[in-house]
């Protein structure tokens, strides 16, 4: 319970800072004004926390688009296939999560944010529409963006894998 002694990450520099944050202003925010101005929701709790991961800690795993399109779309899946089979009831929420997280572990495409798709899809109820708007069009503007972001302000290149 002591944990092992490691240090924390190194403190960025405000300039990534201020760089991270309106990246992360801009994708919210267009998916926002899209939303609205096509009547077509495209806006996801779970895309707050993927912008984070996306924008400030892009060599992660969990942040590369294999993981955030597909972890997306397996957390939404599992949520639509749990809402059709499984009463609404605290069981399900937990199965439903359990399961997503066992498929993305099973399939290497972990992404967190997306452990909560079957959660919002418990509250929502939404028809399985809801994989092509929000999930994947949504899922696909966060890396659209991110594409732009990291290879035109870094000397790295991003992503570090596709497939």
């Not at 899922?139 to 000397?155: D, G, K, M, S």
């Amino acid at each position: 319970m002591r944990g092992d002694g490691a240090s924390p990450p190194p403190r960025s520099s405000l300039s990534v800072i201020v760089a991270t944050v309106v990246a992360a202003i801009a994708v919210i925010g267009g998916l926002s004004y899209l939303t609205h101005a096509l009547e077509v929701m495209l806006l996801l709790g779970t895309f707050g926390a993927s912008a984070l991961l996306v924008f400030a800690y892009p060599d992660s795993p969990f942040c590369q688009p294999r993981n955030v399109i597909l972890g997306h779309l397996i957390g939404a899946i599992t949520g639509l296939v749990f809402l059709q089979f499984c009463p609404v009831s605290w069981w399900c929420d937990a199965l439903a999560v359990g399961t997503a997280i066992g498929l993305m572990k099973l399939t290497r495409t972990v992404h967190p944010p997306a452990c909560s798709n079957p959660l919002i899809i418990f509250a929502l109820k939404p028809s399985w529409t809801f994989l092509l708007f929000p999930t994947l069009a949504g899922a696909a503007l966060i890396i659209i963006v991110a594409l732009f972001y990291h290879n035109l302000r870094r000397e790295a290149r991003w992503p570090k894998y596709w497939l």
